[in-house]
T-cell receptor
């Protein structure tokens, strides 16, 4: 079975500072990893994904994520946080085997960027 | 290009009633996924439809059902509503349901409240 853990329910960071939202995964096989963001009363917006290749993935709105196979992690990062980045962030995983295509999501991390 | 649309935005029902939620995928997308986002439970996979057929379902009772129409839009039906069915129901679509690496694009959700 595949699972995703987001160990921090809440992350606070000052505007202009770098931010990191942590994600670790547990799968059998090679994972496909995704990050989504959810603003209040909205659906999820896709930020970026790791499929294969370069471990550093760049995505929307200046976000990037680093895939680390040895640590089974896929942390989301941004060099300089904006107040508008405040939202709920979800990490998700899918394993390329079997008939399932749905994503398995972490529990989410609420990011608050303080002005 | 229009995104994934869902209707209604809000739905209020009483226990025992039936609810019908609708989803229109992005044009060209053949695959539709349904997720439940309940308070404290995170995002749970409900159903996956691809090219008109149910391909996979999550760990939900049979009173959760749905279908996909020839134009790839989809309907989620919840029978015999219970209080714990109150949640945000999210629909997502992908360009090709069979590919593991495709990201899913989410609609804004339907907020179902069961009284």
């Amino acid at each position: 079975a595949q699972s995703v853990a987001q160990p921090e329910d809440q992350v606070n960071v000052a505007e202009g500072n770098p931010l990191t939202v942590k994600c670790t995964y547990s799968v059998s096989g090679n994972p496909y990893l995704f990050w989504y963001v959810q603003y209040p009363n909205r659906g999820l917006q896709f930020l970026l994904k790791y499929i294969t290749g370069d471990n550093l993935v760049k995505g929307s709105y200046g976000f990037e994520a680093e895939f680390n196979k040895s640590q089974t992690s896929f942390h989301l990062k941004k060099p300089s946080a904006l107040v508008s980045d405040s939202a709920l962030y979800f990490c998700a995983v899918r394993v390329p085997s079997g008939s399932a295509r749905q994503l398995t999501f972490g529990s989410g991390t609420q990011l608050t960027v303080l002005p | 290009e229009a995104g994934v649309t869902q209707s209604p935005t809000h739905l209020i029902k009483t226990r025992g009633q039936q609810a019908t939620l609708r989803c229109s995928p992005i044009s060209g997308h053949t695959s539709v996924y349904w997720y439940q986002q309940a308070l404290g439970l995170g995002l749970q996979f409900l159903l996956w439809y691809d090219e008109g057929e149910e391909r996979n379902r999550g760990n939900f009772p049979p009173r959760f059902s749905g279908r996909q129409f020839p134009n790839y839009s989809s309907e989620l039906n919840v029978n015999a509503l219970e209080l714990e069915d109150s949640a945000l129901y999210l629909c997502a679509s992908t360009i090709s349901g069979r590919a593991y690496y495709n990201e899913q694009f989410f609609g804004p959700g339907t907020r179902l409240t069961v009284l």
